[in-house]
């Protein structure tokens, strides 16, 4: 099974990674940067697996670049432990 299975455990996953990257001094700035990159990637290359993240890629279509930084910023915080 996938992360990307289950809202609970790509919370979890996004979660751990960004803990991961804040600890090994990692910018905030390069780590926003790098969650609007994986949500591009994500929207462009991966089939949404459950209701949270088809909303998700539907707020990202019609998002301007501004406003897909602002979901990645929000998910960010989402995930933040």
Request: proline share 2%; aromatic share 8%.
């Amino acid at each position: 099974m996938s992360v990307l299975d289950n809202w609970q455990e790509w919370k979890r996953f996004l979660g751990n990674k960004m803990d991961n990257a804040e600890h090994r001094g990692m910018p905030g700035g390069a780590i926003e940067k790098l969650a609007y990159e994986i949500g591009d990637y994500l929207y462009a290359n991966v089939d949404p697996k459950n209701e949270q993240e088809r909303v998700l890629a539907d707020l990202w279509s019609v998002a301007s670049e501004s406003e897909q930084k602002a979901i990645a910023s929000c998910m960010m915080k989402l995930v933040q432990k």
